[in-house]
Nanobody
Framework: VQLQASRGGLVQAGGYLRLSCAVS????????VGWFRQAPGKERAFVAG????????NYADSVKGRFTISRDNAKNTVYLQMSSLKPEDTAVYYC????????????????????WGHGTQVTVSS
């Protein structure tokens, strides 16, 4: 399983950015995909997750209403649309995936995710 996140970037506070995560070498629709982030000096934290069919999503309280996760199973890609960005959103962002038999539901526990991509830096300036 390979997960390739798009390049992040530098954004001003209040701005927006979209990350993508391309997943290859799997039957993509068998996998839940999530986004996590790790800020300097902090532990990795769950950001958002999406179920196999995209019908169920889950968000950290800190990003609800500002971030949207979606997936295109035809393109083997998951997206994280981030808006109203804040300096505290600055972190290295990781996409991750795990295979499940359940069509619905996601996990916000990093230990559930077996496969991880390389991180991508998102910096929000004030």
């Amino acid at each position: 399983v390979q997960l390739q996140a798009s390049r992040g970037g530098l954004v001003q506070a209040g701005g927006y950015l979209r990350l993508s995560c391309a997943v290859s070498r799997v039957t993509f629709s068998d996998y839940v995909v999530g986004w996590f982030r790790q800020a300097p000096g902090k532990e990795r934290a769950f950001v958002a997750g999406i179920s196999r069919n995209g019908g169920s999503t889950n968000y950290a309280d800190s990003v609800k209403g500002r971030f949207t996760i979606s997936r295109d199973n035809a393109k083997n890609t998951v997206y994280l649309q981030m808006s109203s960005l804040k300096p505290e959103d600055t972190a290295v962002y990781y996409c991750a995936a795990y295979r499940t038999i359940y069509i619905r539901g996601t996990s916000n526990d990093g230990a559930s995710y077996n496969y991880w991509g390389h991180g991508t830096q998102v910096t929000v300036s004030s």
